[in-house]
Structure formats: C-alpha cells, structure tokens
C-alpha cells in the first residue's frame, strides 16, 4: 500500500476527509430534515402511528449521527414520546419523556431550560394514569426551573401554571387551586392599564380564584369590572359580555355566610337577569350565531335546574329544542344536548384511598394501585341520581369508599332528558370512578380481584 508521506500528500488525504465528512453529514441532515418535516404533518394530522414510525427512525439517525447523550437524540425521543401521548400509549410516552430528561440533565445539568417541555408532556401523560401526585412534583419542578432561568415573573410559565391549576381542580384541592390562579392574575395584571381590555385575562382568572376560595361577593364585583371594562371599549351589545354575564349570573347558585346579614342578601333568582341579557345580546346582535344563541338559553335552563327551578326550565328547553330542529347539523346538535345526559353539576369523589377511609395525597407510598367502580341509576325529571346500583368493582374489600362515592352520586345534577320536546326520566345512566387504594403489604393481585 501506497504510504502518504509529503506534507502536500497530507494535506490532501485530510482534505478529501473533511469534505467526505461534510457531505456525509450534510446527507444525513437532509434526511433527517425529511424526516421532521413528514413527522410533524403527521402529528398536525393526528396521524400517531405513522408520526410513531418517524420518531423511531430519527432516533436511530440521532444516535448512529450523534450518540446517545446528545440533544438531538433527546428531541427525537420527545417526539416519539408525543406521538404515544396520542397513540394513548401512556406508560411508554413516561419512558421515553423520562429518558430524554435524563440525556438533556447528563449533557447539560439539572436546571437547563431545554428541561421544561419534556417535563410539561412528562406531567401531562402522568396525569393520563390519574397520577396526580407524580404529575404535580413533574409540574412544579418545570415551575422550578423556569424561575431559576427567566425570574419569577416571566410568562412563558403560564401554561404549566393552567396546567397546574387544573390538576388540582382535579383533584378536588380548590385552595390550592385558587393560589395557583391568583399567581396567574398577578402575572397577567403586571404593567397592564386597569381599565383596558388587556386586563380581561387577568380579572376572569381573578374571578374564578374568587369563586374557588369562595369569596362569592368578590367574585361578583370582578365580573362587573370585566362587563364595565368591555362595555366601555366595545358597547353594551358586544358579543364579548356573553362569558361574564353568564357566570356572573351562575355566582349567585353561591352564597357567602356572610352575606346572610345584609338587609338584602342574594339569591339565587337575583342571575336571572344577567342570564336573561346575555339571550337579549345573543338575539339582537346580527353578528352572533345560531350556537350563541342557543347556549344563552341553554345556560339560563340549567341555571333553572342548579337553583331547584327545574319546572320553570321546561319551558326554555323547548324553545331551544324548537330552535334546533330546523337541519341535520342543528339536530346532531340537540341530540348531543338535550337528548342524551349531561352532568351540569360535577362531583368530585376521592382519588386516593386508605384503610382509615381518608385521602392522603402527601408522600404517598408506592403500593398504591389502581382500582374502580361504576354505578348505574335514573335520571329523574329534575335532573337527579335516583335508584342507584352499585353495577360493577375491581377490587373487593373496599366497600368504604364504594360507599363515599355512590353518596357522592347523590349531589350529581343532570340536564333533563327530552324526547319531542317533553322531559322524561333517563333509565340506566351509568357513572364510573378510578381511584388508587393502598395496598396491604401482604396482598397479592390474586386475592384482589385483579387480573
């Protein structure tokens, strides 16, 4: 073999090898870009399989190209992490988020920025295996790392706040639900003119903390602000005064204590008319739609069943069930709405469960697993549970907490179901709850019903 030993011989030899390397790299990055491109088509299309596909081959490329630990082998494996969030493949969407947080923490450190989004789908597919506790640390170290890298008041953290906020009204954890929103409206309000409509986000957060704290007054006084601020920019006919009318009608469903001294304290009734007003703004504004229209009515009858009016809401279901027979769109419409159950009034059961028959989502241990129980009953006229039947469980041995959520069932308020415009009873309504319980020590999947 022909030895290379002049320096100009060298020189060329390594020449030859840069360009090899570059066009060999270049190749490599064209198809990878390929690749990211048909990916997120396939993503934006829901195509989950095909974008599942894709993710595995791009990180086959990232790790030959770049090895393992390196950012592009992370990003590829979040991107095949999302593809099995929608494939609902949720145990290895947590694999594969997991695995590219702990690449990005071995090439960076534990507190880099590029941590915050595999972190946000991490708490997200959590959240999909009702592990609440899991996904609330996930969430808050996402928080964590934000603060530490833009400050305490930056906006990017917004969405994992919402996303926080909900888990906990998931959760039934109302308190900490409303600190989470009075730190959002702190940081929508900053630098924001009071009266311009850019505060709007701030206050309607603000209002639904209120309500959350049950601080109904000054939930009250924050919808009249919002109806103020839209009134003064855009009119007293503004389609915007739909949403704050609506619920600040819905607030007086709530009563402080408090208030139970005024000379005049509220009620229930006193909704009415903001309720009636946002069905006048829906009917006299050309620019609202059919749907508008038909949601203003619907949010005033079931305004009527929450206050223990159900008779008086017979009459405007009929409106709108007339309203909604006129074409097959508007039918598909009333038959998802009037002619099938729908909970206006949630419940929230516990989400875990111990041998004391308590909650206890603090440090929780790891031997707690999964179980559920569905329940059949009617639907009375009036919108109530009635008859109810404990249909199915897994595991036994927990009658205590079947028996917390069947009470639970009973402060359940649906919407009347109407077949030609008449409200009938609903037979044979189902309601299923998934919680964790905490297993014995000495217990085995055999003797818990598990398969």
């Given at each position: 073999m022909k030895r290379l030993n002049s320096p100009i011989q060298l020189n060329k030899f390594f020449v030859m090898v840069v360009v090899f390397s570059m066009i060999f790299k270049a190749a490599n990055s064209q198809e990878n870009n390929s690749l990211t491109v048909i990916y997120l088509d396939a993503i934006a299309s829901q195509m989950y399989s095909e974008a599942d596909q894709i993710a595995k081959q791009r990180i086959e490329l990232a790790i030959r190209d770049y090895g393992l630990n390196s950012h592009e082998s992370a990003n590829a494996m979040i991107d095949l992490a999302i593809a099995q969030l929608g494939l609902e493949d949720f145990e290895s969407s947590i694999t594969n988020y997991e695995t590219a947080i702990n690449i990005i923490e071995r090439v960076e450190n534990q507190l880099d920025k590029r941590l915050i989004n595999p972190l946000k789908g991490l708490a997200e597919a959590q959240l999909k295996i009702n592990r609440a506790d899991q996904a609330e640390i996930t969430f808050n170290r996402a928080l964590h790392i934000s603060h530490v890298n833009d400050g305490p008041h930056n906006l990017e953290q917004m969405e994992s706040l919402n996303s926080l906020a909900d888990l906990y009204i998931d959760s039934n954890e109302n308190k900490k639900a409303a600190d989470i929103e009075k730190r959002i409206y702190y940081l929508q309000s900053r630098n924001v003119d009071p009266d311009s409509l850019e505060m709007?986000?701030?206050?309607?957060?603000?209002?639904?903390?209120?309500?959350?704290?049950?601080?109904?007054?000054?939930?009250?006084?924050?919808?009249?602000?919002?109806?103020?601020?839209?009134?003064?920019?855009?009119?007293?006919?503004?389609?915007?005064?739909?949403?704050?009318?609506?619920?600040?009608?819905?607030?007086?469903?709530?009563?402080?204590?408090?208030?139970?001294?005024?000379?005049?304290?509220?009620?229930?009734?006193?909704?009415?008319?903001?309720?009636?007003?946002?069905?006048?703004?829906?009917?006299?504004?050309?620019?609202?739609?059919?749907?508008?229209?038909?949601?203003?009515?619907?949010?005033l009858a079931d305004f009527y069943v929450l206050s223990d009016r159900a008779t008086r809401s017979y009459a405007v279901y009929r409106e709108v069930w007339d309203q909604l027979s006129e074409d097959d769109l508007k039918l598909q419409y009333r038959a998802a709405s009037l002619e099938e159950p729908v909970i206006i009034e949630k419940i929230n059961p516990p989400t875990y469960f111990d041998e004391t028959s308590k909650a206890d989502e603090k440090n929780l241990p790891e031997n707690y697993r999964e179980a559920y129980v569905s329940f059949n009953f009617d639907v009375s006229k009036r919108g109530l549970a009635k008859n109810i039947n404990r249909a199915s469980f897994n595991p036994d041995g927990l009658d205590a907490m079947y028996k917390i959520i069947g009470n639970q069932l009973r402060y359940l308020v649906y919407r009347p179901i109407f077949r030609d415009r008449e409200p009938v009873i609903a037979n044979n309504v189902s309601y299923e709850h998934r919680f964790f319980y905490k297993q014995r020590i000495s217990e085995s999947p055999k003797n818990s019903n598990e398969s």
């Open positions: 709007i986000p701030a206050l309607e957060t603000l209002a639904n903390s209120q309500r959350k704290s049950n601080q109904f007054e000054r939930e009250r006084r924050t919808w009249r602000k919002v109806i103020k601020i839209i009134q003064n920019h855009k009119g007293k006919d503004s389609l915007d005064l739909l949403n704050p009318l609506t619920e600040l009608g819905r607030s007086y469903l709530y009563i402080d204590f408090a208030a139970m001294s005024y000379d005049d304290p509220p009620v229930a009734s006193k909704g009415d008319s903001f309720l009636r007003k946002a069905i006048q703004i829906s009917e006299n504004n050309p620019g609202a739609t059919w749907m508008q229209q038909v949601e203003t009515k619907i949010n």
